[in-house]
């Protein structure tokens, strides 16, 4: 059975960077591809970023990209999420999701595993 387990979560003032984690067991990254969503009070899971089974592209959504890098580390089958500059509007939780390799990376529903979520505030 896959599990995904997010850490690295918690509150941090505008400006800020914090960096999640994603521990995968029950099968290597190497054939998943991989994303980070986010869920704030009252909306939707958004997508945030992603990155390709074969580890040689990634994705961004428009409101984070140039302050978040999404990367994985192979040899401890984790996947991260750098995230800079944060903003208050950055606020909310943060899940990693597993998905046999797909074309739609921004959509939830291509996405077939789901870790429990990290929470992220970030202050003004």
């Known amino acids: 059975q896959v599990q995904l387990v997010e850490s690295g979560g918690g509150l941090v003032q505008a400006g800020g960077s914090l960096r999640l984690s994603c521990a995968v067991s029950g099968r290597t990254i190497g054939s998943y591809d991989m994303g980070w969503f986010r869920q704030a009070p009252g909306k939707e899971r958004d997508f945030a970023a992603g990155i390709s089974w074969t580890g040689d592209r990634t994705y961004y959504g428009d409101s984070v990209k140039g302050r978040f890098s999404i990367s994985r580390d192979i040899a401890k089958n984790t996947v991260f999420l750098q995230m800079n500059t944060l903003k208050p509007e950055d606020t909310a939780v943060y899940y990693c999701?597993?998905?046999?390799?797909?074309?739609?990376?921004?959509?939830?529903?291509?996405?077939?595993?789901w870790g429990q979520g990290t929470q992220v505030t970030v202050s003004s």
């Open positions: 999701a597993a998905a046999e390799p797909t074309t739609n990376w921004d959509l939830s529903k291509s996405y077939d595993t």
